[in-house]
Every structure is written in C-alpha cells, then in structure tokens.
Nanobody, 122 residues
C-alpha cells in the first residue's frame, strides 16, 4: 500500500520561505514522477508542480514559477518543495502525489496523503 506523508508546513510571514517534504513508501519511488498540489479553504485542489522520475524535468503552475523549486532524492524516497518569497495567496494545504508526466500535464495515481498546512500571514 502506497503511503505519502507530507511535512514542513507552518506559519510564515510574506516574503519568507518554507521547505516541504513528502516521504513515500510502498512503491518503487524512482519509477514514478512526483508532484505537489494545494487546496486553499473553499477552493478546489490545484496543481502546483511536478518533476520527472530522474528529476531532470520540472513543471510549475504559472503563479509559483520563479518562487518554488521541486526536487527529489530517490535514495530517500522523498520529494521536496522549496517555497521562497511566499505570498498570502500561497496559503493552503499542500499535498504530494505520485504519477506520470503525460502530454499536457501530470497524471496522478493513488490516494492523497494527509497534507501539510501552509499559512502565509503577517
């Protein structure tokens, strides 16, 4: 059974940084693309970023380009999301996902983890 455990969220001031981590188990981690999504209160969950199995190819939603960096450590079965210059509109619960890079985007497999809350506020 695949398990995804997100961590690293918290309260940060605008302009600050956070690094999210997602530890995956129950799958051959290096065989899957990985991604991050977020869901703000009262809104639908949205795609944030993804990267290929090797980590060589990355993709970002327009509003986070230049501020967020996705990376992975296949030896640790972990994917990261470095978030810099955070804005109040980045406030959301962040979820990681495993799947595949497909034409036009990222195809997610399996269930969601519990997510990690990020609050950007002065």
């Amino acid at each position: 059974q695949v398990e995804l455990v997100e961590s690293g969220g918290g309260l940060v001031q605008p302009g600050g940084s956070l690094r999210l981590s997602c530890a995956a188990s129950g799958l051959t981690f290096s065989s899957y693309a990985m991604g991050w999504y977020r869901q703000a209160a009262g809104k639908e969950r949205e795609f944030v970023s993804s990267l290929s199995m090797s980590g060589a190819n990355t993709y970002y939603e327009d509003s986070v380009k230049g501020r967020f960096t996705i990376s992975r450590d296949n030896a640790k079965n972990t994917v990261y999301l470095q978030m810099d210059n955070l804005k109040p509109e980045d406030t959301a619960v962040y979820f990681c996902a495993y799947g595949a890079i497909v034409p036009g985007g990222f195809k997610r497999f399996g269930s969601w983890g519990q997510g990690t809350q990020v609050i950007v506020s002065a």
